[in-house]
């Protein structure tokens, strides 16, 4: 059974950092991307970051670039997202997911 268990959200104000967390069960990772997503209430979900589970190569949306870092622990089969100088913008249900996976989401809110 695939599972993808995120943590790590919570309320910071602007300017702080979070790091979230995906911990990842039930499938081979080899040759795939693993990533996270994000949907502020009234807006469609939309792609924040990616990393090749093999290759480690990265890749961001541009509002996010030089602020989050995408990172994954092959040992723990967990990725994480280190979201540094958060904005309010930033706020949404943040949701990792691999291929037609997704976990249930953790909420991010940031204050000004």
């Known amino acids: 059974q695939v599972q993808l268990v995120e943590s790590g959200g919570g309320l910071v104000q602007a300017g702080g950092s979070l790091r979230l967390s995906c911990a990842a069960s039930?499938?081979?990772?080899?040759?795939?991307?693993m990533n996270w997503y994000r949907q502020a209430p009234g807006k469609e979900r939309e792609f924040v970051a990616a990393?090749?589970?093999?290759?480690?190569?990265?890749h961001y949306r541009d509002s996010v670039k030089g602020r989050f870092t995408i990172s994954r622990d092959k040992a723990r089969n967990t990725v994480y997202l280190q979201m540094n100088d958060l904005r309010p913008e930033d706020t949404a249900m943040y949701y990792c997911?691999?291929?037609?996976?997704w976990g249930q989401g953790t909420q991010v809110t940031v204050s000004s």
């Open positions: 997911n691999q291929y037609t996976y």
């Open positions: 039930g499938f081979t990772f080899t040759n795939y991307d």
């Open positions: 990393i090749h589970w093999d290759y480690g190569s990265t």
